[in-house]
């Protein structure tokens, strides 16, 4: 019988590290961008990255097969293009490049995941803080440089929902929005330029501050975005008509959870919103793979934080007195968990 098993998919999963460490490479070497819009062959792509000979063509072909990179002809004068998948999302001349993204997840989370053994078993965080014994905050925040190039990376991958929720969620009926971990402040730059009624703030620890000033600046939008600094866990949030959160909540244990929907409730008025942008989990626990892993990957970061159900959000919510809760499919495996008071 188990002859006739097809092993395809387990070994697809069990060696996929083998693709995910090729792409990675590929950002690192600046493949994508280095390609742009023009095409090399094997050997003039070993120059520009500066390859072993024995690299090529097995390197860039592989990306052909993981349909990651284009190839016109075969053999020593095949040329190699960007995908419009590529081009658009790995250049890092492209406004849409997410690539930040996975230059962290090669300097950081690639070697913390050959830990996830020893995070099962432990509970315990598989980071920089094994090392330091320092949180990741801790370290992160301690070095602006670096904090806005982990706040760029995270830019990149939330784009694509930050501009569903921009279009998909009613704002006509409110004229203030307060983003809770506002980062560089991309998601009320995004939603001041799509909808010109609304005032935003956003709201983050005062060494982002400057980080968000720049960005809000360089959009010419200082009239209708401000920053605020503070501690989301050190005092009441500013109040708005609508509260979102972008991929904050999944950060925490359950009970700092609790205490970021209860505060977002103080915050709101009659009528007002509780937007989180999350890779949401299907209630069933069984379809969004990505949700899944990434509340392992929280747990790796921080130990006892979680990614969550639709479900589980809802009932957070009810229990501090949201009247309605509701679950919209953004992009991807993100969703907006929608709680209205």
Known sequence: MS????????????MGF??????LSAVELELFTKLGGDAMTAPEMAEALGLHERAVPDFPDALVALRLLDREGIGHNAAYRNTDAGAALLDKASPAYIGGFFEMCNARLY???????????????????KHTGKPMFDELYSDEGRL??????????????????????DFSKHGTVCDVGGATGQLSILLANRHPHLNCTTFDLPVVEPIAK????????TDRVETVGGDFFGGPLPEADVITMGMILHDWNLERKKHLV???????????????????????RRENAFGLLMS???????????????????SWCKEVGFREVEVVPLAGPTSAGIAYK
């Open 111 to 129: 070697p913390f995941w050959g830990d996830l053994t020893e995070g099962l078993r432990t509970g315990a965080p598989q980071n920089e803080v």
């Open 148 to 169: 806005e190039q982990f706040m760029n990376a995270m830019a990149g991958i939330s784009a694509g929902p930050f501009h569903a929720l921009a279009e998909k969620f």
């Open 214 to 221: 720049r960005t809000i600046e360089t959009a010419g939008l």
């Open 262 to 284: 209860k505060a977002a409730y103080d915050a709101l008025p009659e009528g007002g919103a509780y937007i989180v942008i999350e890779n949401i989990i299907d209630d069933a």
């Open 296 to 314: 392992l990957n929280v747990m790796i970061e921080f130990g006892d934080a979680f990614d969550f159900t639709g479900a589980d959000f809802a």
């Open 18 to 23: 083998w693709a995910s460490k090729a792409l």
């Open 3 to 14: 002859g006739q098993v097809d092993p395809s998919h387990i070994m697809q999963v069990g």
